[in-house]
């Protein structure tokens, strides 16, 4: 009723009252009816005496052969065999 008679759109009306239930969410805060949580350190673990130390490689790829460069030469070579095999 109210839609009709201002001419207000649906969606911009459900948007508005979503906005305003979510504001009002927002603006209650953080539950603290929950048990406090313990915040004490975690003790750390005595550090192993003979570890072993990790070696890393990286390896990277400095041609400029993509997927789609590949594909598009496939396709090219194809068509070249396909055109000469036509003309003979």
Do not use: C
């Not at 948007?15 to 603290?32: A, D, E, N």
């Not at 594909?71 to 095999?85: E, H, I, M």
């Amino acid at each position: 009723m109210l839609v009709r008679s201002l001419k207000i759109p649906p969606a911009f009306l459900f948007l508005v009252v979503f906005l305003v239930f979510f504001g009002w969410q927002l603006s209650q805060g953080p539950s603290h009816e929950h048990a406090p949580v313990d915040v004490s350190p975690i003790p750390a673990e005595a550090p192993a005496e003979n570890k072993t130390p990790r070696i890393a490689l990286m390896t990277f790829v400095t041609e400029e052969r993509s997927y789609h460069h590949l594909s598009l030469k496939s396709k090219d070579r194809k068509s070249n065999r396909v055109l000469l095999v036509k003309s003979n």
